[in-house]
């Protein structure tokens, strides 16, 4: 069988509170969603691209483009269905990973729809549960953040990480761990700081943090590795990991102890699960990290984060920890302390609100398997 129709929609979402970074703060989140169709059976993805090249150098326009003009043909031209297939025929295509990952997504959701399995089964999860973690951006002052953290406590999360940058550091991590002595808090950077902001990161040691996130700028391991022998709470990167060679890298240099995989950044699954496989390898644990997905994208997550050396808590929170309305029924939530279930239907094994996906949707394309001369051409 063969795909025989994809659709892409650009979908606008309102957060429940606006979320702050180094980057800057946002009130929504505009993203995309993927459907890919085989014999009336549908697999969904999320690609999480944002719409300013922060984060990433992707946008959700760059995303839209190269899904619509390379890899929604390289799918319906070559008549790929199988994940691994397409992972390897859209590596000709340079970067532009969070695109690649929104398709990869929807493909393997679709495979274990067909095969009737949830997509834990699918990957080898060992876990049914997965520990939750709730990411809190940067407030107006720090006794709203304060306020922020222990309202998320009280809602039985277990784990804090808090947004840092230069000026929102020292008294953000001192403040929250004075008033919440005893919790696991670790404090990611998103890329903001430099070398001559050593003796600051150096401080953070202080506060028996878990870890801290990607202090320095992504294509940075080096740096990374100098500050990693300086410091003793462990540093996780997230912006630097994009592939397997740059995780390998970044062990090898000593840049970080602890790595973030997040399927968009790295991908997709296939990807993932190879640089999964060269931290357990090497007694390196990894986490699930997020880009505020929403449900279909997050149930995604889920079942990632059920592989063995996802030892520790993730960014995965729930639908109503980012949204008022989740695009998907029924909503994500803790299934008990600082834990969510991985849902156990098939494929992602939530179901999408088709209604609620076309209200949100700014833009809608589909795609059918028509042939493709760019790629007979080859
Ligand atoms: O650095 O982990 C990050 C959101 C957007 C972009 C980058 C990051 C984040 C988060 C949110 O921290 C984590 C979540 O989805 O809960
Ligand atoms: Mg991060």
């Given at each position: 069988m063969a795909i025989e129709r994809i659709e892409i929609d650009l979908v606008k979402l309102p957060y429940v509170h606006f979320f702050e970074t180094s980057f800057g703060r946002s009130y929504d989140r505009t993203f995309g969603l993927i459907r890919v169709w085989e014999d009336g059976v549908c697999g969904w993805g999320e690609c999480v691209a944002e719409e300013a090249p922060l984060y990433s150098g992707e946008t959700t326009e760059t995303a839209w483009h190269v899904m619509r003009d390379f890899l929604v043909p390289l799918v319906l031209g070559k008549g790929l269905v199988e994940p691994e297939d397409y992972a390897r025929e859209a590596?000709?295509?340079?970067?532009n990973r969070m695109a690649k990952a929104g398709i990869e997504l929807a493909l393997w959701d679709l495979k274990a729809k067909k095969a009737g399995l949830p997509l834990h089964k699918l990957y080898g999860g060992v876990r049914k549960e997965i520990e939750a973690g709730v990411s809190c951006g940067i407030e107006d002052s720090i006794p709203e953040l304060v306020d922020a953290v222990g309202r998320y406590l009280d809602q039985c999360y277990k784990r804090i990480k808090i947004k840092i940058k230069p000026g929102w550091d020292i008294a953000a991590c001192a403040a929250v761990r004075e008033r919440f002595p005893d919790i696991m808090l670790q404090a990611d950077a998103n890329g903001a700081y430099g070398l001559k902001d050593m003796e600051t990161l150096k401080a953070l040691?202080?506060?028996?943090?878990?870890m801290v996130e990607q202090p320095f700028a992504p294509y940075d391991l080096w740096d990374h590795a100098k500050l990693q022998l300086e410091m003793k709470t462990p540093l996780c990167l997230d912006e630097s990991i994009l592939s397997l060679d740059t995780a390998r890298a970044a062990l090898e240099m000593g840049s970080c102890r602890i790595v973030n995989i997040k399927v968009g950044r790295v991908g997709g699954v296939v990807e993932t699960r190879r640089i999964h496989d060269l931290c357990e390898a090497r007694g390196v644990p990894v986490w699930c990290g997020g880009m505020l997905e929403s449900g279909i994208g997050r149930a995604h997550n889920l079942h990632v984060a059920t592989l063995p050396d996802f030892k520790l808590p993730n960014d995965l929170s729930a639908s109503r920890r980012y949204y008022e309305?989740?695009?998907?029924?029924p909503f994500i939530e803790l299934s008990g302390p600082g834990a969510i279930r991985v849902p156990?239907?098939?494929?992602?094994?939530v179901e999408p609100v088709e209604s609620r996906v076309s209200r949100a949707s700014l833009r809608h394309e589909a795609h059918e398997r028509v042939r493709s001369t760019f790629f007979e051409k080859k």
């Open positions: 590596a000709v295509f340079r970067g040691d202080a506060f028996d943090l878990l309305e989740d695009l998907i029924d156990d239907g098939p494929g992602i094994g």
